[in-house]
């Protein structure tokens, strides 16, 4: 009886996991897509790089996905068990609470090592795609800019008009302005014309920088006629950061990388990393006496409250983490006083649902 008990609820699980996932990593998928298209048609993106950008920021998402999907799949799952009759029907058959729950705690061990590869492996890398996308999108806006219109970029801040493209895929006759507020929040405008705009790589570094040849640059407050004019022969703006840099980042560093850093910003990273995992096996023991609701209950009556607790939980573990960083924790205590916490209140209502703290204060009546 134990392995067919084992078998059902393991496959109704994974059907409710693989539903809950599927929606989640639908709907990230789907707003992903809609802000990148956005950045697309503001011309602040190639067009042909949005839905490799979309795809690796649901790769990043998982971290919040995978988490959430087990803790709504074992309410759910429990929740019809309880409303159909089916939890009692197995208790009393003889079948055990350490027996009804194997299945879950199976499917949550599968899903934290794979929420684990996911944000220790996969995440990283996925950022770093993301980074060279970015930098290859920055060069690759000079070659989609469409010339005899004028375009705009940084939320409307910059303005950039080409009159024609030569045969060398230069743009001729350009005139950008720019602007934005100085440190006294007074706004400041910058102008600059030039007969030409090219890309120039620096092959060691992939420093990528937009030069324009034989121009004017005019800075200067509007309403105001102090401008500072300059007359250059070359003109350089960097696009796109050199490689070094933008490995520098700890969101795009290995897993290995961080633990051998003594910065306190890698440790808050890691230990990021390594709460996704942990956090869906303490969520799965929390979800098993909290999934159990009165027969004649609805199915999503403990849903809310999950759901709550989950934010909670979550947003705990960013706080910690962000306190790390800042070094105002010690990376030894770090997050874990977040998940022993969690733990503790996920032991001890266990402990409640199997009538252990009634049977102790029977027996200190007793004595």
Same mark, same amino acid.
């Given at each position: 009886?134990?392995?067919v ?7 109704e699980? $994974? ?12 709907? $990230? ?7 990148y ?9 190639? *067009? ?18 995978m ?6 799949a074992?309410l ?16 009393? /058959? ?25 944000? &220790? ?15 290859? %999108?920055? $060069? ?42 100085d ?6 405008? $910058?102008? *600059? ?11 060691e ?6 030069v ?23 003109h ?17 560093? /290995? ?12 440790a808050a990273?890691w ?26 209950? /609805? ?6 409250? /999950? &759901? ?24 030894? &205590? %770090? ?33």
């Amino acid at each position: 009886m134990p392995s067919v008990v084992f078998r059902v609820l393991l496959g109704e699980l $994974t059907r409710t996991w693989l539903v809950v996932t599927g929606v989640l990593v639908f709907l $990230t998928l789907g707003l992903g897509f809609a802000r990148y298209i956005a950045d697309a048609a503001a011309g602040e993106l190639p *067009v042909d790089t949005v839905l490799a950008l979309a795809a690796f920021k649901v790769v990043e998402n998982l971290e919040i996905v995978m988490p959430i999907s087990m803790l709504l799949a074992v309410l759910l799952t429990l929740g019809r068990l309880c409303r159909d009759n089916e939890m009692a029907a197995l208790l009393a /058959g003889g079948a055990s609470l350490q027996t009804v729950y194997r299945p879950f705690f199976a499917l949550a061990f599968a899903v934290a090592l794979l929420a684990g590869a996911a944000s &220790i492996v996969a995440a990283p890398q996925a950022e770093r795609a993301m980074k060279e996308i970015g930098a290859a %999108g920055a $060069t690759a806006l000079l070659r989609t800019l469409s010339p005899g219109r004028f375009q705009t970029f940084l939320d409307g801040e910059a303005v950039f008009y080409a009159a024609s493209r030569d045969d060398d895929n230069n743009l001729r006759n350009v005139f950008i302005r720019v602007q934005r507020k100085d440190n006294q929040n007074r706004p400041t405008q $910058t102008v *600059v014309t030039a007969d030409r705009a090219r890309e120039q790589t620096d092959p060691e570094t992939g420093r990528v920088t937009l030069v324009l040849d034989n121009g004017w640059r005019y800075e200067g407050y509007p309403g105001r006629a102090d401008y500072r004019t300059i007359k250059f022969a070359e003109h350089g703006v960097q696009l796109a950061p050199a490689r070094a840099e933008a490995s520098s980042d700890v969101e795009a560093q /290995g897993f290995m990388q961080l633990l051998a850093s003594d910065d306190p910003e890698a440790a808050a990273e890691w230990q990021t990393r390594v709460s996704v995992p942990l956090s869906i096996l303490i969520l799965t023991l929390l979800a098993l006496p909290l999934g159990r609701v009165p027969p004649r209950s /609805g199915r999503y009556g403990r849903v809310i409250a /999950g &759901i709550l607790f989950y934010v909670i939980y979550v947003n705990a573990v960013h706080l910690a983490s962000t306190a790390v960083e800042d070094g105002r924790l010690p990376p030894a &205590i %770090g997050v874990w006083w977040v998940h022993a916490l969690v733990l503790v209140i996920a032991v001890a209502l266990v402990m409640r649902e199997q009538g252990v703290f009634t049977r102790l204060r029977g027996a200190g009546r007793a004595s």
